[in-house]
């Protein structure tokens, strides 16, 4: 069984340009999250989707937005790149949306603003 | 601001030796508990989950709940130079729209052969 599959795996961006990243979940799975992670930073929250629709977000601006696609797929799009944004952006997947899920990560996209 | 805390490290143990790895968290209505494992380079990867206040085992792995204390804590028993990498505690959190995993700055292992 495929895991979570994120393209691409590498990206690099001016500062001020757009950019959007991919994400397929595990199949069956209905949850997506989105997660970035900077250096010395950890793991911020995002974007989590569920069954096509946005159920919540992290303190990120509005330049982040996403959406989720009928087979569960999803994009994340960031606008007006700043060089901070440079990070690995992570997504996951999961079953369903309890407070019981386990989400399971793709390898990441790696993105550098320059 | 709900949070997660764990000591970065890096924590060092011989192999063969147990690691305890420690995590605390601000909110009290979480529910769920996950340690994921990510090594350098490369993605998070989940090793186990606590729901009920106790201990759970899997393996090497021993994860221990204490609600009351609002703390979480990873086991790993006859620890392997494999087992370096840095360990990610994740706690549910229970939000106005749902739920979302929020995650420590996670702690580094290392495991001497």
Redesign the interface.
């Known amino acids: 069984e495929a895991g979570v599959t994120q393209s691409p795996t590498h990206l690099i961006k001016t500062r001020g340009q757009q950019v959007t990243l991919r994400c397929s979940p595990i199949s069956g799975h209905t949850s997506v999250?989105w997660?970035q992670q900077a250096l010395?930073?950890?793991?911020q929250?995002l974007l989590?989707y569920?069954e096509g629709e946005e159920?919540?977000r992290?303190n990120f601006p509005p330049r982040f937005s996403g959406r989720q696609f009928p087979n569960y797929s999803s994009e994340l799009n960031v606008n007006a790149l700043e060089l901070e944004d440079s990070a690995l952006y992570?997504c996951?997947s999961s079953l369903w949306?309890?407070?019981?899920?386990?989400?399971?990560?793709?390898?990441?996209t790696r993105l550098t603003v320059v | 601001q709900k949070e997660v805390e764990q000591n970065s490290g890096p924590l060092s143990v011989p192999e063969g030796a147990i690691a305890s790895l420690n995590c605390t968290y601000s909110d009290r209505g979480s529910q769920s508990f996950f340690w994921y494992r990510q090594y350098s380079g490369k993605s998070p990867e989940l090793i186990m989950f606590i729901y009920s206040n106790g201990d759970k085992e899997d393996g090497r792995f021993t994860a221990q709940l204490n609600k009351a204390s609002q703390y979480v804590s990873l086991l790993i028993r006859d620890s392997q130079p494999s087992d370096s990498a840095t360990y990610l505690c994740a706690v549910n959190i229970l939000g106005q729209a749902g739920t979302a995993l929020i995650f420590g700055k996670g702690t580094t292992l290392s495991v001497s052969s």
Request: without cysteine; hydrophobic residues 35%; aromatic residues 24%.
């Open positions: 999250y997660y010395g930073l950890g793991l929250f989590w569920d159920r919540n992290g992570l996951a949306s309890g407070p019981s899920t386990e989400a399971f990560f793709g390898q990441g």
